[in-house]
């Protein structure tokens, strides 16, 4: 029996719904961060917006408080295919592609203008792009302002930190910083250091605003010295296995809806980082230090050079970031 027009338009449709429905992907994104953090929300405004411009064919799922492993572990099984996506930053991304290393360097961004326009422009694409043949590449940066000192005690000089432990991350160049500046650099654990502040173990870290209350360490560090000394974004990535799995179309979806989040991050980071330093003075007792830079910039510069020595990729960069303020 022949199938009638209405019938095969009906059986068509059905089998263009299904082929929808196998080609759809759910993609695991795994981060650090709480859920109230400006860092996830931004990582599921993304989400939504790649939802939207796939017709739903791509859709991201966002694993807070790493549920699936911390930032090292994530690196590790994205890297093999076994994760989609993650969150990091580029100081432990240098210890997976160097190009990050520039972006590191303790006073390399004359401002947050500055900052910004490379992140989002040719130079900050030119770093997501790097990490290719590691297994993974970057689909957007988000900003997490600048970091500075903070403890029981001012830090308005180089010479405070003289003895002083500091918890780092597991990066060469937050180490070397912190070395330069006579202080004692200790990586620890993001999910550690709360309990490590409070127990001594380390007698301050370095930080934006919102640790002293997202994490809570104003609770046990009631001094935050504001000299700005780096300014590290974190980036979102994607395992090439993934990336390369994704249609054209899908993957400029991923794209755009990437730079969209950036736009949304900046914002509301800024919002959010204004409250948190009140909520930080007001319920915390935070008090919060202005720093001569000066004494700073002088002894972390040589780093600039180091870095610029050991890497002619690196050394391009670092060229490219400063013309960049020009």
Known sequence: MRMSYRAAAIAGAALFAFASVAEARTLKLNHNNPEDHPLHKSMEFMAERVNELTNGDVKIRVYANAQLGNQRESMELMQNGTLDMARSNASELEAFEESYSALNLPFIFADEEHYYKVLSGEIGDDILTSSRDKGFIGVAYYVEGARSFYANKEIRTPADLEGMKIRVQPSPSAIRMVELLGGSPTP??????????????????????????????????????????????????????????????????????????????????????????????KELGVTFVDVEKGPFVEKVLPMHEEAAAKSERVADLIKRIKAAAE
Do not use: C
């Open 188 to 281: 620890i654990a993001w999910g550690e250091l709360y309990s490590a502040l409070q127990q001594g173990v380390v007698d301050g870290a370095e930080n934006n605003p919102l640790a002293l209350t997202s994490a809570r360490h104003g609770e046990v560090a009631k001094v935050y010295s504001n000299n700005e000394h780096t300014m590290i974004p974190s980036v979102v990535m994607i395992s090439t296995q993934t990336w390369d799995a994704l249609s054209e179309d899908q993957q400029k979806a991923l794209k755009q809806a990437a730079s969209e989040s950036m736009d949304f991050h900046r914002k509301n980071w800024n919002e959010q980082v204004a409250e948190g330093i009140e909520l930080a003075k």
